[in-house]
C-alpha cells in the first residue's frame, strides 16, 4: 500500500489549500482514512477522519468548521479542504489508512505535504 499525499504549499492567513492524498496497492474504498499533523517541535496530532463511504466524518476541535474531509472512491484519492487557514495550521499533514475495527490506529501513512500559514 502506497500514499502519497500533495497540494501543500505556502499560503498567507486567511487563505486556502486542497490537499490530496492518492491511494495505490490496496483496497481503498474499504478502510476509513485520516488526515494527521506535524508541527516542528510538536508531537503528530489528529487532523479529521472520514467513513469508508464518505458519509460520516470527525474533525479536531481545532479545525473543525475550516477543514473539510472528503474522498472519491473511484478514484482512490482522499482531499482536505482547508479555508481559513491560520498560522498555527503550519504542519507536515499526513494521510493515512484506518486500522479496521480500530478507532486510533493506523497501519499506512504517506510521505507528508508541507502547509506553511504566514501571517
Known amino acids: 500500500v502506497q500514499l502519497q499525499a500533495s497540494g501543500g504549499g505556502l499560503v498567507q492567513a486567511g487563505g486556502s489549500l486542497r490537499l490530496s492524498c492518492a491511494a495505490s496497492?490496496?483496497?481503498?474504498?474499504?478502510?476509513?482514512m485520516g488526515w494527521f499533523r506535524q508541527a516542528p517541535g510538536s508531537e503528530r496530532e489528529f487532523v479529521a477522519t472520514i467513513s469508508r463511504d464518505g458519509d460520516s466524518t470527525y474533525y479536531a476541535p481545532a479545525v473543525k468548521g475550516r477543514f473539510t474531509i472528503s474522498r472519491d472512491n473511484a478514484k482512490n484519492t482522499l482531499y482536505l479542504q482547508m479555508n481559513s487557514l491560520k498560522p498555527e495550521d503550519t504542519a507536515l499533514y499526513y494521510c493515512?489508512?484506518?486500522?479496521?475495527?480500530?478507532?486510533?490506529?493506523?497501519?499506512?501513512w504517506g510521505q507528508g505535504t508541507q502547509v506553511t500559514v504566514s501571517s
Open positions: 496497492g490496496g483496497t481503498f474504498s474499504r478502510r476509513f
Open positions: 493515512a489508512r484506518r486500522l479496521p475495527g480500530s478507532v486510533y490506529g493506523y497501519d499506512y
